[in-house]
């Protein structure tokens, strides 16, 4: 069994658009199944030779409600994470911190596994440094910038994320 990186977030924070950046194949959806987990799609990756498989999570049951809006990452998170040996929890640096953000960290913080917390859409990280401050309210780490459609920060994220598996 490969490690697990599994990501985790409200939807469209850019989980997939990340997803598929690290992913070998942005087509490599290898399993699905009931419940929760058919919310979940698992992609073969590697960093440097080390290989993980990589889990994105949501974005495929259309969502009806607030209550199961939150009931479903929530759900989703959870069964992520309690299969991941790393978890990166990625936010949208645009809107800044949401409830919903707010919902994930808690569960977060209740796994106690590595979790990095990525503040994406960081396309200028030089001029948009001051919009990270925001996101240490989660209290789940040092929030990182990325840009997951530029590839801004991936490298040196993927860095400390093969250190740990
Ligand atoms: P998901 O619901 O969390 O999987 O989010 P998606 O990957 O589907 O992305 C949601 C939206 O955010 C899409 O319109 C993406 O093009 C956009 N997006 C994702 N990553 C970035 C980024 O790094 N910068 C910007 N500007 N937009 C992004
Ligand atoms: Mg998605």
Known sequence: MKPIVAVVGRPNVGKSTLVNRIAQTSDAI????RGVTRDR????????GREFTLVDTGGIE??????????????????????????LFVVDGHTG???????????????HKPTFLLVNKLDNPAREQERLWD???????????????????????????????
């Open 30 to 33: 290898v399993h699905e199944s």
């Open 41 to 48: 799609s698992y992609h073969d990756a590697d960093w440097n």
């Open 62 to 87: 259309p969502l009806k409600s607030e209550d199961v809006f939150s009931a479903s990452i929530r759900d989703q998170a959870l069964a992520a994470a309690e299969e991941a040996d790393v978890i």
């Open 97 to 111: 911190v949401t409830e919903e953000d707010e919902t994930v960290a808690r569960l977060l913080k209740r796994v």
């Open 135 to 165: 996101f240490y309210s989660l209290g789940v780490g040092d929030p990182m910038p990325i840009s997951a459609h530029h590839g801004h920060g991936t490298g040196d994220l993927l860095d400390k994320v093969v250190a740990l598996l």
